[in-house]
């Protein structure tokens, strides 16, 4: 790794290296290499067994099949313990974001945040959001 200093006429020679070795020996002192305790985690082979069940059934949909305009509901709580249900329309996908799953971009048209005029607020994330009455994921 080579550092170099491209403007600073005050330091010296000492203190440029100085500073270059700190840069680049602290970080790693500091980085967490490994998990703390390991997770256990299903199969990759359960997992898609488990989704191709989930499609058959009806019970979800893929992100793929989400066109923009597509209009859907998504559920939450905003007080108490009472589930209230609001209109969301998709504005597109990303696809492979960071090398994962897609992200499907979505508007809320109605409800409490609408009315507000607050958008997505604390505590909304994991709620359920439904196209073509079939489960597509959480709000994140």
């Known amino acids: 790794m080579t550092f170099r200093l491209l403007h600073a006429p005050r330091l010296s020679a000492f203190k440029a290296i100085m500073a270059a070795?700190?840069?680049?020996?602290?970080?790693?002192?500091?980085?967490?290499?490994?998990?703390?305790?390991?997770?256990?985690?299903?199969?990759?082979a359960d997992a898609k067994s488990l989704v191709q069940t989930l499609l058959k059934e009806g019970k979800i949909i893929r992100s793929s099949e989400i066109k923009r305009g597509m209009k859907g509901i998504a559920r939450s709580v905003f007080q108490g313990t009472t589930i209230e249900e609001f209109q969301v329309e998709a504005l597109g996908r990303l696809e492979r974001?960071?090398?994962?799953?897609?992200?499907?971009?979505?508007?809320?048209?109605?409800?409490?945040?609408?009315?507000?005029?607050?958008?997505?607020?604390a505590g909304m994330s994991g709620s359920p959001v439904y196209f073509n009455g079939k489960m597509l994921g959480a709000i994140a």
Do not use: Y
């Open 21 to 44: 070795l700190l840069l680049c020996c602290s970080v790693p002192l500091f980085a967490q290499t490994k998990p703390k305790t390991n997770v256990p985690t299903e199969e990759k």
């Open 97 to 121: 974001v960071n090398g994962g799953g897609d992200i499907v971009l979505i508007r809320v048209l109605d409800g409490p945040v609408v009315k507000r005029q607050s958008g997505i607020i």
